[in-house]
């Protein structure tokens, strides 16, 4: 059974002083949804004002300068009013408390639904794919409104589970350098393009892998156990080991995820609302936006343009873009079926040859080496069309439901920042099953089983101090 925020922080009193591990008392951070909420009126009011700014960074930015991408200006007034009236659907089912299941619904709504509902309305995108769209969303609200009991395997302190993240880490940089030494190492962020393809070429296939789990998993979780218990000193050895990590493999994802994660961290333990992400977001594309209009009116060029170019069109538009073209191009073309994956055991036969990010590259950008990859809409429909849809819905409606769950356990403020990387990579750049193995889906879901709650660590701790045996388990 769950304790509540007051419950937490009344077991953690008699030990917070005694020891550094002892949880501290940061708004109900540990605690299960917290009471705060933001009024649905108002949220309605927010997401509409932010879709208005998606709508004037498309208008502004990407149609006079990415037309040939497929931001294509064809404004259609009928599908604006469309995306309103779905926008303030959604709005208003999403759960205004705060929980891992809000938060990961809002940020799903925020970073996907409305960049989605802005190229329908100013591309003039089908409305069959806009169905699709809203139907798998809206079976994800449900999948994710179920309640699933959290399974415990075995529970691990936090000091020594920072310890083996942070050996597994030093191993991987070990092995990077036995295989690559420094010859490709680099920390120019200007110059990672340079240096990916032969730093790639140095290391082992199995590393793209390992990689790309410790990026999104190993170290993320690892800097917010560290904040979590003010060991500030694996904090630091973490985000070196970040700074390390991007050297030798020059993605600059790696190297921002960490102060992504920390600053998510930190914000969620002290403002418990949404609501103040949009506000944040809201400021971010105005800033763009006047850019946009003021330097393009006074001859400067393109504005803004690195700006808008990672803000606006490759972190918001392009991942909703890629989902209309494989909506576009499997709804006349043969579907995968599942044929490159293991649970078809090869008994399917692959039509193209080739991986679906592979051939939307080639058709769509008409570059045979792009990867266009794209979240569980996409990739559902090319694998069994609308059903393919549906069973990936599903399945991300499940996962929101046991971070939910494991959310009342350990605390939203940790399930949230520690799994959204995994929500991200699932709703807008890669395949549901790709996702449990490539990404560090399977992983995450094995830390959230053995992770303990900040009221074991501190009862551990207290009976430690006293001499007398732990607490049984009351969680």
Do not use: C
């Not at 002290?270 to 936006?289: E, P």
């Amino acid at each position: 059974m769950s304790l509540s925020s007051v419950d937490t922080a009344s077991l953690a009193m008699p030990y917070r002083r005694r020891d550094r591990m002892a949880a501290p008392k940061m708004n109900g951070a540990f605690g299960g949804e917290d009471a705060h909420q933001d009024r649905k009126g108002w949220m309605i009011f927010l997401y509409i004002l932010l879709f208005g700014l998606y709508i004037a960074s498309y208008r502004y930015y990407l149609a006079p300068y990415w037309g040939y991408m497929g931001f294509v200006d064809a404004f259609n007034p009928y599908k604006l009013m469309t995306s309103l009236a779905v926008i303030a659907s959604f709005a208003w089912f999403t759960p205004r408390t705060f929980s891992v299941r809000a938060f990961f619904l809002n940020l799903s709504l925020t970073v996907y639904l409305l960049p989605s509902l802005a190229i329908y309305t100013y591309a003039d995108r089908p409305t069959s794919a806009l169905l699709i769209i809203t139907l798998a969303f809206a079976v994800v609200y449900a999948t994710s409104a179920i309640s699933i009991p959290r399974f415990s395997l075995a529970t691990v302190p936090a000091k020594p589970l920072m310890w083996l993240l942070a050996a597994l880490t030093v191993w991987l940089l070990v092995f990077s350098y036995v295989f690559g030494g420094f010859q490709n190492f680099n920390l120019d962020i200007t110059r990672v393009y340079e240096f990916r393809r032969e730093a790639a070429e140095d290391l082992p296939g199995v590393f793209g892998y390992l990689i790309s789990v410790f990026s999104k998993v190993i170290i993320p979780v690892g800097v917010i156990l560290s904040l979590r218990y003010r060991i500030y000193i694996f904090t630091g050895i973490f985000f070196f080991m970040t700074v390390m990590l991007f050297g030798f493999t020059s993605h600059k994802s790696i190297l921002f995820g960490p102060f992504v994660v920390t600053g998510l961290y930190i914000f969620l333990s002290r403002y418990n609302r949404y609501s103040v992400i949009l506000y944040v977001l809201i400021i971010m594309l105005t800033f763009g936006v006047i850019g946009e209009i003021y330097l393009g009116a006074t001859g400067s060029g393109g504005g803004l343009g690195w700006y808008n170019t990672l803000l606006i069109r490759r972190v918001l538009m392009v991942p909703s873009l890629l989902d209309y073209y494989y909506l576009e191009f499997f709804s006349g073309s043969p579907k995968y079926y599942w044929s490159s994956s293991f649970i078809t055991f090869g008994l399917v036969p692959d039509y193209y040859g080739i991986p679906a990010p592979k051939i939307i590259g080639e058709v769509y950008f008409f570059d045979a080496d792009m990867s266009a990859n794209t979240g569980f809409i996409g990739s559902g429909f090319s694998q069994a069309g609308l059903v393919g849809v549906i069973a990936y819905a599903l399945g991300v409606g499940t996962i929101f439901a046991i971070f939910q769950s494991y959310g009342r356990y350990l605390g939203p403020s940790f399930v949230a920042p520690a799994m959204m990387g995994q929500v991200l990579t699932m709703v807008r750049s890669s395949d549901f099953l790709t996702t449990f193995l490539t990404h560090g889906l399977l992983v995450s879901l094995v830390l959230l089983v053995i992770i303990s709650s900040p009221e074991e660590s501190g009862k551990k701790v207290q009976a430690q101090s006293s001499g007398s045996q732990p607490l049984p388990d009351s969680a």
